[in-house]
């Protein structure tokens, strides 16, 4: 079945290192790969996104990297701060358009 | 905007009660969806509707029903409550672009 990994499932960061998640997945017609931020007691939140047909995005400190040969994309943090501490999750648009497969989720700590 | 809205924010249930949980959105989103979230699990679909009217299974279907009777609201029923639908339920909406927006969720502690 359609399936995404991601990796770590836990990271601690000092404040102003990089943080790097990455996620792999297995179905090769998805094109849409979300990355969602969750704060703790909230709803996940969208933090970016990219599309099949690019191989990178960047907004500010965040950027995310798409492979779509090796089937993998990464979120890539820089200058972390304490406020980046969440659990965030990748995801993948299953080839028949409608739902998001989740990968379990990395817990990230930025430490002062 | 109000986003997505999700009715409780809590709730205790006692092993075979029923329940509603209610999701809005004044988005105009055709798409809705239905989440359950576990310690460890990431979040798992549990049913999903592509317009007013239509209803489809996720992931995790089983002990759920919903119904979209309007385009704004999405319900989710649990007949027969088990300690295993213990749970975060997360509802969210969807752009015509693939973008999904998440409520706050609701947090259910079934005994």
């Known amino acids: 079945g359609e399936n995404v990994e991601q990796h770590p499932s836990t990271l601690s960061v000092q404040e102003g290192d990089s943080a790097v998640i990455k996620c792999t997945y297995s179905d090769s017609a998805s094109n849409y790969f979300p990355w969602y931020k969750q704060e703790l007691g909230k709803g996940p939140q969208l933090i970016i996104d990219?599309?099949?047909?690019?191989g990178e995005k960047k907004d500010q400190r965040i950027a995310v990297t798409l492979n779509k040969t090796a089937k993998h994309f990464s979120l890539h943090i820089t200058e972390t701060q304490p406020e980046d501490s969440a659990v965030y999750f990748c995801a993948a648009l299953q080839n028949s358009g409608y739902a998001l497969n989740f990968g379990k989720g990395t817990s990230l700590l930025v430490t002062p | 905007n109000a986003g997505v809205t999700q009715t409780p924010k809590f709730r205790v249930l006692k092993t075979g009660q029923s329940m509603t949980l209610l999701c809005a959105q004044d988005m105009n989103h055709e798409y809705m969806y239905w989440y359950r979230q576990d310690p460890g699990m990431g979040l798992r679909l549990i049913h999903y509707s592509v317009g007013e009217g239509t209803t489809a299974k996720g992931e995790v279907p089983d002990g759920y029903n919903v119904s979209r009777l309007k385009k704004q609201n999405f319900l989710l029923g649990l007949e027969s409550a088990a300690p295993s639908q213990t749970s975060v339920y997360f509802c969210a909406s969807r752009t015509g672009a693939d973008t999904q927006y998440f409520g706050p969720g609701t947090r259910l502690t079934v005994l």
């Open positions: 990219i599309r099949s047909n690019v």
